[in-house]
């Protein structure tokens, strides 16, 4: 099983950037997708989940309004559309997969990772 996050990159305060995670090896279509995040010096994040048909999406407050997750079960693909960035978003973006619906917030639920890509939110 391979995660594949990028899209990640430098961009001033305010702009946006749109993250792809693409899968292979698994049922992508039978997965929860998350996005978490991991800053220097703190623990990994959840950021955002979309269920495995995109029924259902959650958001951590941090986000909420600002990114928006999504998926293409036909590409095998998860997305995240990353808007008014700030400088408190600057960390290492990482995707992971669920084959269970829980509270989706805990690394633990999740059974696949990829290997993080960077975003750097300039002041």
């Known amino acids: 099983v391979q995660l594949q996050a990028s899209g990640g990159g430098l961009v001033q305060a305010g702009g946006s950037l749109k993250l792809s995670c693409t899968t292979s090896?698994?049922?992508?279509?039978?997965?929860?997708m998350g996005w978490f995040r991991q800053a220097p010096g703190k623990e990994r994040e959840f950021e955002a989940v979309?269920?495995?048909?995109?029924?259902?999406?959650y958001y951590d407050d941090s986000v909420k309004g600002r990114f928006t997750i999504s998926r293409d079960n036909a590409k095998n693909t998860v997305y995240l559309q990353m808007n008014s960035l700030k400088p408190e978003d600057t960390a290492v973006y990482y995707c992971?997969?669920?084959?269970?619906?829980?509270?989706?917030?805990?690394?633990?639920?999740?059974?696949?990772w990829g290997q993080g890509t960077l975003v750097t939110a300039s002041s």
């Open positions: 992971a997969a669920s084959s269970r619906w829980a509270t989706m917030r805990k690394t633990l639920e999740y059974q696949y």
């Open positions: 090896g698994l049922i992508f279509s039978h997965y929860a």
């Open positions: 979309v269920s495995s048909a995109s029924f259902r999406t």
